[in-house]
């Protein structure tokens, strides 16, 4: 499979005499979802955070699709979708208008929106609040129009953090049958989360990250295999890396 998302030895941080995550490599191939799990204060958000160009390594590369963020910010941009853990939207902007506003920002022509956005809204039992500004929803609503701009745009690679925090067991049904059907397409996935049961079920390689390091990747049989537990759920093999130490 071709080669989507290189993290090369990457360190970095917040502030420029502290480093949080340390040689950090990694990649994911087109048609394959990827779990990043790891403790809180693990080092997977401030991956993510490099991943999309919030930060710059003050070590090594990462490329999306043989992009770099510092290349070109804006074609970079547009190789990947986001859906945060904390919904992010403008107050003024109905969530149509939201909508709209993912499909202008990756040149989506009408036509391509008329197609997508309607079987979105029903996938997610969002039709009847379109019209409706996302302040007045809960936040499992404003999660699904995080997920739903992402999905509108159908990117090369999405990068999920926390996607099931706040979805009903519909949504989160929703969420799983969809990130399937992209990944079918041939899109990359990195999802991080705490859920290592769905992960489990739903991922096809994993990265473990501790104390700002990866401490083990590979697929469930490869990491059975690392750590002599060959019939144990990932949940087993999880506690049995972080507790090494």
Not at 153 to 172: A, C, F, K
Not at 212 to 232: F, V, Y
Request: hydrophobic share 40%.
């Amino acid at each position: 499979m071709e080669m989507l998302l290189e993290v090369k030895e990457v360190t970095g941080g917040y502030l420029s005499n502290r480093t949080v995550i340390e040689d950090v490599s990694f990649h994911i191939r087109k048609g394959e979802i990827v779990a990043l799990i790891g403790l809180n204060g693990a080092g997977k958000s401030t991956t993510i955070k490099h991943i999309l160009g919030l930060l710059e390594p003050r070590k090594g590369e990462i490329r999306i699709a043989g992009k770099t963020f510092s290349a070109d910010p804006d074609s970079y941009r547009h190789t990947y979708g986001y859906i945060p853990e904390s919904p992010i939207y403008y107050e003024e902007l109905t969530l149509w208008e939201h909508l709209e506003l993912a499909a202008m920002s990756y040149g989506l022509d009408k036509e391509q929106f008329a197609e997508r956005v309607n079987p979105l809204l029903a996938e997610f039992h969002m039709e009847a609040v379109k019209e409706r500004f996302p302040q007045q929803f809960s936040k499992g609503m404003r999660q699904k129009l995080m997920i739903m701009m992402a999905l509108l745009v159908q990117p090369s690679l999405y990068i999920v953090d926390e996607p099931i925090l706040g979805l009903d067991p519909l949504g989160i049904r929703s969420l799983l049958t969809w990130l399937e059907r992209c990944k079918q397409q041939g899109a990359g996935i990195l999802m991080s989360t705490h859920i290592l049961a769905t992960a489990e079920k739903y991922c096809d390689r994993f990265i473990i990250m501790h104390k700002g390091r990866i401490k083990a990747q590979g697929t469930l049989e490869e990491l059975r295999s690392l750590t002599g537990l060959p019939h144990h759920s990932l949940d087993d093999i999880y506690l049995r890396l972080v507790e090494e130490e």
